[in-house]
């Protein structure tokens, strides 16, 4: 746990149509790109990019940022963020 940057908890409705590789890459892309992001909008992300996937169940998405990746955002904004492919 030393290591992980954040966890995802979230109802069946994301994982119907996204594995949890797919959550992370989401997730940690827009840590990534943007330093200052709120948590509160890369869910609301997770959440459009499901529902246009074709998720019709239920959907809730909790994102925990964990020290790890508070000190990913920190050094990302000063290099000026980077996007995973």
Known sequence: MDE???IVIACDGIWD????????????????AD???DLNDISKG??????GRG???NMTIIIVLFKNG???LREEG???GCCLG
Do not use: H, M, N, W
Request: charged share 30%; with cysteine.
């Open 17 to 32: 149509v996204i594995d949890s590789a797919g959550v992370v890459r989401y997730v940690r892309t827009r840590l990534q």
């Open 78 to 80: 000063k290099r000026g």
């Open 4 to 6: 992980d940057e954040f």
């Open 55 to 57: 998720s019709k169940d």
């Open 35 to 37: 330093p200052l992001i």
């Open 46 to 51: 997770l959440l459009d990019y499901c529902l």
């Open 70 to 72: 508070v000190k990913l």
